[in-house]
């Protein structure tokens, strides 16, 4: 039986660095810090017999100045005169490092910080300090052991082991390593671990024994993954390093040699397969109750720690705040709902320039120490359903805000790392790549000769993703780090859809800001598996082409992908799955592919028979069965509606008294809670309690507590907007899609969700937006437009205070049209409208009692309770002004007045301005009925002063009451509600940009 003897003592120290300049190492680290650690030795021939070492920083790509570096060392026996050599120069640095003209990772850019026995953890600061780990202590571990039946094998550093003989006897270079599961078996290991301990006794002088009979050791389960990654040499030439990684499940059927316990408990320190003297090959064992024999020392900091540092935070918020649709919401940072929507609610949307100076740093630190620690629980996803054009749905699961911002900061960490070695043809979600760049590989690869096509995608990747899985993937690479726990929690958090939480047992969340990065992480095997099997394969995300010389190659690559995906719990789309010669021509990412022409056909996508309309393992699908579907709080991708024509009728009645918010819901019976077509005869407006939206022979129907309010033909539709908390049945939805009928969703304050379409625009669609575009671009037209809305705005201002008697204030209000009409460029233009709208503040300031603490106009936040009226009502109007144009096909985010920043829908606030003074009226009548006072208000922390939950109810109430009462415009007869009004003076603007008609803001007098 082979002895190890000749191997102890062992002893072991944990070296940590601080980094005096910055340092970019590859994604293994082990090249670079091998090569370093040679010269400091001295370069001697026994290095790799005597000394090995463990990388646990592995994984991370950037350090800076400040930041420290820790990996360990081994000494063999016979090895302590080498090791002295190294710790000394390790001590001297930087002087005692490599002089290099290239900025090599480990250099004279780091100094010794520390050095600690990894035995005892004590500090040392000699190799006679260290305690010695003698065969005598070997031998007691392996009796311990040897009380276990099922041993965990967990890989620290990627493993290449030789597959058996007889499986590698064709295989050339990566393919003759085991990569799989399925290349791996008890005696496998068993023999690789003799293999690897004969091989290092040999190296030291050592006569080995043949190798025994395995012992009875069985793989109960486990999962095994392939990663490469490159490396550049201290010549500058790029190099390749890979190996196998993951986690075994051992069982011992009976009692295994001690000594076969002792090898693998030395292999720990020593390492198992190929090129384990390079930091190859390392690897821990676990026992069912945890407990380990070899610790390894932990990375000097987390990831969390780079991701909580405030540049990287900064950055995660802004790009959030960029993307985020709602990014107004500012106080959403002051945990401020209005329970009846679930939604934040925030001061005047005009406020969100500026956003991105008030990052609440410390909460997310916060959030990030707990995570540290354990403690940090992350809240629900939201479910978001997006409709795709072959009529398909796709549920997705947004994190809150603030989770977001969380996720993008860690992301904004680790996803450089993983790119950094993943497959060159691999395109999908990757910076800098596109379906561009995947055309061009398609083509190229038919330009040298491939004539055959496999095309497949992954059926329902995204939630089919296995949590085990994907835990073992990241635990490889990066250990105990705590930021694989924080991940886990959040791909895995509950969705909230409906009033319901739906826990998930598997899947990314499409919507999460990590799932990109993860999806690439656990598809990279794939890509590998195909790779050294010799495919061309090219791959964007979960969609993915294989080019062939001839047919058999391509059926030989479904055969291979279909065994590689089962390998980790996935399989082929069989819907989208076929071979073909390239001169038949072949769909991929929106391309048409004859020969090595590439024409995009994007915008004319085939419907695939038989496809299901809601992915089968999605969150979405746990409803199934449910009918009708609900869509309350459903955001679905932004995008523009179609445009119709025809008529629908609908009763009108009088709209009630002012009622609080509870009353306001149990009106079921009143057609104007729902909305209306009136004489446009094309939107139909769903606005206050809850409706169902079902389909019946042709036709839309809308129901509110079991009375039909509307029966409308879709093809008499030109778009439905539903404003607050409503269902719609999948066949209705399936119905709108199907007839082209868009159906935007907004929530109960206004603010704009999204839209579900075909993604087909209609006319004018794109040739609209490149006319607003254009014409919003001439400063001269934009002016004119501009006096049109604010001469309706100080009109309104002015009517406010002479219907309230201040007719002096009024006045001289009066006067300021003439400068309106006189300006000459939009900053004079808006110095008029500041001047009015100062003017009118200060006018109503003797008008509302002293107990309200009026003194003026004040936001970014309202400091007291009139003017917090003020901002929730301007963002309830901004909002549904916003939603109405996306409805009607205009670009919010272009406007003519207001300064354009970030994705602020600059346009809605243009086009509010004739409408705020309805917001400025309802809440000076709630003050003076007295149906608001002062207490109802508080002061937050930041100095924000905000309305009870009570109040805002109330005053949403009214709100809602105000937007919903028939008004007269000047030119016309006819009373029409304010939304209806909005939608009209978008419809003019819409002229004007088309035909050239004139355009009229909206007026009452």
């Not at 809240?379 to 809150?400: C, K």
């Amino acid at each position: 039986m082979l002895s190890i003897i000749n191997l102890f003592p062992l002893r072991s120290v944990v070296v940590t660095l601080r980094f005096l300049q910055t340092s970019n190492p590859s994604f293994f680290h082990q090249p670079a810090l091998g090569a370093f650690l040679r010269y400091l030795a001295g370069g001697p021939e026994g290095f790799e017999r005597l000394i090995r070492f463990d990388a646990p920083e592995s994984g991370r790509i950037a350090y800076q100045p400040g930041q420290f570096y820790r990996f360990t060392l081994v000494c063999l026996a016979g090895g302590e005169k080498i090791f002295n050599t190294l710790l000394g120069n390790l001590a001297r640095l930087p002087g005692s490092s490599p002089q290099k003209d290239r900025p090599l990772p480990f250099r004279n850019n780091c100094a010794l910080a520390a050095l600690h026995d990894s035995f005892t953890a004590e500090a040392v600061t000699r190799f006679d300090e260290l305690c010695a780990y003698e065969f005598a202590s070997l031998q007691q571990e392996a009796e311990l052991w040897r009380g276990y039946d099922k041993l965990t094998w967990h890989t620290q550093s990627p493993v290449r082991l030789l597959k058996a003989k007889e499986r590698r006897t064709d295989a050339k270079g990566e393919a003759r390593y085991c990569r799989n599961l399925s290349d791996v078996d008890g005696a496998l290991l068993s023999a690789r671990l003799y293999d690897s301990m004969a091989e290092l006794l040999r190296s030291r002088g050592v006569a080995t024994p043949p190798r025994p009979p395995a012992p009875p050791l069985l793989i109960d389960q486990g999962h095994l993954f392939w990663l490469d990654a490159d490396y550049t040499d201290a010549v500058g030439e790029r190099h390749v390093i890979g190996g196998m990684n993951g986690r075994l499940e051992l069982a011992f059927p009976e009692l295994p040699p001690v000594e076969w316990l002792q090898w693998a408990i030395c292999g720990q320190y020593t390492g198992l397969g190929q090129r384990v003297a390079f930091g190859l090959g390392r690897y821990q064992l676990q026992a069912p109750d945890t407990g380990v024999s070899c610790r390894r020392a932990l990375p000097a900091a987390s990831l969390l720690m780079l991701a909580r540092e405030e540049d990287n935070l900064v950055e995660a918020w802004r790009h959030v705040v960029s993307n985020q649709e709602l990014a107004r919401n500012k106080l959403a940072q002051a945990d401020v709902t209005d329970d009846s929507t679930g939604e934040f609610y925030a001061d005047d949307p005009a406020l969100t320039e500026g956003i991105q100076d008030e990052i609440p740093l410390e909460r997310l630190q916060q959030a990030l120490d707990k995570a540290l620690l354990g403690s940090y629980h992350p809240p629900p996803l939201r479910g978001v359903v997006h409709a795709n054009p072959d009529g398909s749905l796709r549920p997705l699961a947004v994190p809150p805000f603030i989770d977001r911002v969380l996720q993008r900061a860690v992301g904004q960490i680790l996803t450089p790392a993983l790119e950094s070695c993943q497959y060159c043809h691999s395109y999908g979600y990757r910076a800098g790549r596109s379906r561009m760049n995947a055309r061009d590989a398609v083509q190229s690869a038919i330009r040298q000769g491939y004539q055959w096509v496999y095309e497949s995608d992954i059926d329902d990747f995204f939630d089919s993703v296995a949590y085990d899985r994907l835990d073992i993937r990241l635990r490889s690479l990066y250990g105990e780090d705590p930021v694989v726990g924080l991940l886990q929690q959040w791909v895995s958090c509950p969705v909230e859809f409906d009033g319901q939480t739906i826990q998930r047992k598997a899947g990314l969340p499409q919507g999460s800001p990590l799932s990109p990065a993860l999806a690439n992480l656990m598809l990279d095997d794939f890509d590998g598996d195909m790779e050294v099997l010799g495919f061309r394969l090219i791959r964007f995300a979960d969609d993915f082409v294989v080019l062939c010389k001839n047919e058999e190659q391509a059926r030989q690559a479904h055969n291979a992908a279909t065994a590689s995906l089962a390998e980790h719990g996935l399989s082929l789309n069989p819907d989208k799955t076929r071979i073909a010669e390239i001169g038949e021509g072949f769909r991929y990412l929106g391309y048409l592919f004859v020969n090595d022409l590439a024409v995009d056909v994007s915008g004319h996508k085939d419907e695939i028979e038989g496809k299901p309309s809601v992915p089968p393992n999605s969150w979405l699908a746990r409803l199934g069965g449910r009918t009708p579907l609900a869509v309350d709080g459903v955001e679905i991708d932004r995008s523009h509606g179609l445009r119709g024509n025809a008529k629908a009728d609908a009763p009108r009645q009088t709209p009630p008294e002012r009622c609080n918010l509870h009353s306001h819901a149990e009106r079921g019976n009143d057609p104007t809670r729902i909305g209306e077509m009136g004489d446009m005869g094309q939107l139909l407006c769903v606005v206050g309690g809850h409706a169902t939206l079902s389909t019946h022979a042709g036709r839309l129907r809308v129901e509110r507590d079991g009375e039909t309010q509307h029966d409308v033909a879709w093809n008499n539709l030109q778009a439905v907007v539903l404003f607050g908390s409503h269902t719609l049945t999948t066949p209705a939805l399936q119905a709108a899609l199907a007839r082209k009928v868009p159906i935007h969703f907004a929530g109960s304050t206004g603010g704009y969700r999204g839209v579900l379409w075909t993604g087909q625009p209609a006319e004018p669609g794109s040739g609209l937006w490149l006319k607003q575009a254009n014409l919003f671009a001439d400063p001269a037209l934009c002016l004119n437009l501009a006096k049109q809305i604010v001469d309706a705005r100080i009109r309104h201002l002015r009517e406010t205070l002479r219907q309230r008697g201040i007719t002096a204030d009024a006045e001289r209000l009066k006067l300021l049209l003439a400068s309106v009409a006189n300006a000459t460029g939009l900053d004079e233009l808006n110095g008029v409208e500041g001047s009015a709208t100062r003017q009118f503040f200060q006018a109503l300031q003797g008008s509302l009692p002293t107990d309200w603490h009026f003194t003026g106009r004040n936001r970014q936040p309202p400091l007291d309770p009139f003017n917090a009226l003020l901002s929730y009502g301007y963002t309830l109007l901004h909002g549904y002004v916003e939603t109405l144009l996306h409805t009607d096909g205009l670009l919010p985010w272009l406007g003519f007045y207001h300064q354009a920043h970030g994705r602020h829908a600059t346009l809605a606030s243009d086009l509010m301005e004739p409408f705020r003074h309805l917001v400025e009226r309802t809440a000076l009548s709630c003050v003076q009925r007295k149906e608001l006072k002062p207490h109802d208000f508080f002061t937050a922390a930041n100095g924000a002063c905000l309305m009870k939950q009570e109040a805002r109810r109330d005053y949403l109430a009214s709100l809602f009451k105000r937007l919903n009462e028939p008004l007269q415009a000047v030119g016309e007869e006819t009373p029409v509600t304010p939304v209806q009004h909005i939608h009209r003076q978008n419809l003019s603007l819409i002229g004007w940009l088309m035909r050239g008609d004139d355009f009229h803001a909206w007026r009452i007098r």
